[in-house]
T-cell receptor
Framework: DVKVTQSSRYLVKRTGEKVFLECVQD?????MFWYRQDPGLGLRLIYFSYDVKMKEKGDIPEGYSVSREKKERFSLILESASTNQTSMYLC?????????????FGSGTQLSVL | AQSVAQPEDQVNVAEGNPLTVKCTYS??????LFWYVQYPNRGLQFLLKYITGDNLVKGSYGFEAEFNKSQTSFHLKKPSALVSDSALYFC??????????????FGAGTTVTVRA
């Protein structure tokens, strides 16, 4: 079965901490994404990656960075966590196909920044 | 830029009744349209998509959706709702023109509650 695994289900961090959210997919997908989900706002794209070492900004990249050193792993980094980054973070991946392919999502990481 | 609107925050129906979750979109050209569902404490799951062809598409769990180009809508429907359909539903859109653009724009979501 296809799987996208996020390393933590719940995280609590302090303001100013550096935070790493890890995502691994086992489907050999080229494309990986980080979204944040907030009530009433839906899913908003933070960053995405088309290939190893490639990254593109999404709609709300400020305060975040990403790393993709291996095809199966896509990391989201909060350089200095702030309270407005408290949110549910969802990782997703998909194969090629000109955007016709569905996204496979991880179970999410609920991050609380205190 | 593309956008998606889900005009209803919540939809409440009785079990056995028809269920409709509304979605309208704004995008240049012919869109690719998707529905995803999020069950409590779980990640999003794909339900169905419209790429081209027949305007009525069928998906998982008995759901279907109708693409209406003139009304720029892609409403999700189920003829007879189940209590287990209670979940958060997201509509998503992307324009097909750029072959290497995989970004989806999601709606705000609609919470569906099916009462027994």
């Amino acid at each position: 079965d296809v799987k996208v695994t996020q390393s933590s289900r719940y995280l609590v961090k302090r303001t100013g901490e550096k935070v790493f959210l890890e995502c691994v997919q086992d489907m050999d997908h080229e494309n990986m994404f980080w979204y944040r989900q907030d009530p009433g706002l839906g899913l908003r794209l933070i960053y995405f990656s088309y290939d190893v070492k490639m990254k593109e900004k999404g709609d709300i990249p400020e305060g975040y960075s990403v790393s993709r050193e291996k095809k199966e792993r896509f990391s989201l980094i909060l350089e200095s966590a702030s309270t407005n980054q408290t949110s549910m973070y969802l990782c997703a991946s998909t194969t090629g196909g000109g955007g016709r392919s569905k996204l496979f999502f991880g179970s999410g990481t609920q991050l609380s920044v205190l | 830029a593309q956008s998606v609107a889900q005009p209803e925050d919540q939809v409440n129906v009785a079990e056995g009744n028809p269920l409709t979750v509304k979605c309208t979109y704004s995008v240049s050209g012919n869109p690719y349209l998707f529905w995803y569902v999020q069950y409590p404490n779980r990640g999003l799951q794909f339900l169905l998509k419209y790429i081209t062809g027949d305007n009525l598409v069928k998906g998982s769990y008995g759901f279907e959706a109708e693409f209406n180009k003139s009304q720029t809508s892609f409403h999700l429907k189920k003829p007879s709702a189940l209590v287990s359909d209670s979940a958060l539903y997201f509509c998503a859109v992307r324009p097909p023109e750029r072959s290497n653009d995989y970004k989806l724009s999601f709606g705000a979501g609609t919470t569906v509650t099916v009462r027994a």
